[in-house]
Each structure stands twice: as structure tokens, then as C-alpha cells.
């Protein structure tokens, strides 16, 4: 996780302690590659519970768009999920719909990240981004995020890279805006 320093956090979380999982059973293992095709669907997360009553936010990003050389769009919000109840990830709300990885031809590997937050209280946000909709996922900012929701460090991270593959045309046709 020490090369999510400083694209994307100030301090790596901690290691082996967000489980993610995508169907069948592809297993995210920090910073292995996966292909557009494997991560097309939104995965099982799960986290060590030490805090059952607690909320949670789960943010996904990549910070390499449009390629690691030059991230002018770092970063683009793939996923978000806050007001999780302890390990309930499907009870949470959702903010932005899962979309998988799609990197343009060309540009290499991206980093797609997970970051998991404790949240010291309810966090009240009414925006919602369809899976459909590219609008309002460039230029995230995790770090911001958490900074404005008081969610301090995260707790657990963790990430595959993918690069382009013939998917990634499939995928775009799924965008209205």
C-alpha cells in the first residue's frame, strides 16, 4: 500500500484487513493484476469487525486516469459507500454506483484502490451517481473527502492494478453522461 503515498492518502493503511472478492472468486491481493473483464462486477468486501456499532465509508478510486504519467483526472471515483453499519455493506448508502475498471488503450496499469474509514458519526449527503453516469467521478478526491467528513485516516485499504483489454469498449457503451 506504500505506493498509494502520496497520490492518494497522506499515511497506507493498514495491510491484510479488507477481504475483496469479485465473482467467481478472484481475490484482490495489493496491487495484483486483474483484467476489466474479472472486476466488471461490483465485488464482496468485508473488514475485521473491532467496532460492531460503528459506521463505515468505502470509497474506490483510481488515482491514474487518464494514465499514471499524467493523472489529470486523479482521481476517478469508482465506487462510494458510506453510513455502513458495522460490516453491512449492502445497509449502507450508496453515493456513487460500482463501476468497474476501464483504462483507456495505451495507458498502462492504473491503481484501483480501496479505503475503508471508521466514521465518528452519520454523515448526511444526498448525492447519488447512477452507474451509468461519468458525471461527478473525475477529479475525486479521497483525501478531501475524508478531510470534509471528518473520517481521519483510513482503517484498511486495499487495491488491484488493471490495464486495457477488449472489455473496456463493452464497459463505455454502458455511460449516458
Same mark, same amino acid.
Given at each position: 500500500?506504500?505506493?498509494?503515498?502520496?497520490?492518494?492518502?497522506?499515511?497506507?493503511?493498514? !495491510?491484510?484487513?479488507?477481504?475483496?472478492?469479485?465473482?467467481?472468486?478472484?481475490?484482490?491481493?495489493?496491487? %495484483?493484476?486483474?483484467?476489466?473483464? /474479472?472486476? !466488471?462486477?461490483?465485488? /464482496?468486501?468485508?473488514?475485521?469487525?473491532? &467496532?460492531?456499532? &460503528?459506521?463505515?465509508?468505502?470509497?474506490?478510486?483510481?488515482?491514474? &486516469?487518464?494514465?499514471?504519467?499524467?493523472?489529470?483526472?486523479?482521481?476517478?471515483?469508482?465506487?462510494?459507500?458510506?453510513?455502513?453499519?458495522?460490516?453491512?455493506? $449492502? @445497509?449502507?448508502?450508496?453515493? &456513487?454506483?460500482?463501476?468497474?475498471? *476501464?483504462?483507456?488503450?495505451?495507458?498502462?496499469?492504473?491503481?484501483?484502490?480501496?479505503?475503508?474509514?471508521? @466514521? $465518528?458519526?452519520?454523515?448526511?449527503?444526498? @448525492?447519488?451517481?447512477?452507474?451509468?453516469?461519468?458525471?461527478?467521478r473525475f477529479n475525486f478526491s479521497a483525501r478531501q473527502f475524508a478531510s470534509k467528513h471528518g473520517l481521519g485516516k483510513p482503517?484498511? *485499504?486495499?487495491?488491484? /492494478?488493471?490495464?486495457?483489454? *477488449?472489455?473496456?469498449?463493452?464497459? %463505455?457503451?454502458?455511460?449516458? *453522461?
Open positions: 500500500m506504500n505506493d498509494l503515498v502520496p497520490d492518494v492518502v497522506d499515511e497506507a493503511p493498514p !495491510k491484510n484487513k479488507l477481504h475483496v472478492t469479485y465473482p467467481p472468486e478472484i481475490v484482490v491481493r495489493e496491487g %495484483n493484476e486483474l483484467t476489466p473483464r /474479472q472486476v !466488471k462486477d461490483q465485488p /464482496q468486501v468485508n473488514w475485521e469487525n473491532d &467496532a460492531p456499532t &460503528a459506521l463505515h465509508t468505502l470509497l474506490m478510486v483510481d488515482p491514474d &486516469a487518464p494514465s499514471r504519467a499524467d493523472p489529470k483526472f486523479r482521481e476517478i471515483l469508482h465506487w462510494a459507500v458510506i453510513n455502513i453499519p458495522g460490516i453491512q455493506l $449492502s @445497509q449502507g448508502q450508496e453515493l &456513487a454506483e460500482y463501476i468497474g475498471s *476501464g483504462p483507456p488503450e495505451g495507458t498502462g496499469l492504473h491503481r484501483y484502490i480501496f479505503l475503508l474509514y471508521r @466514521q $465518528s458519526h452519520k454523515i448526511d449527503d444526498p @448525492q447519488h451517481i447512477d452507474k451509468r453516469t461519468r458525471e461527478g482503517i484498511a *485499504g486495499n487495491y488491484y /492494478q488493471a490495464q486495457y483489454d *477488449g472489455f473496456v469498449p463493452v464497459r %463505455n457503451k454502458e455511460f449516458t *453522461g
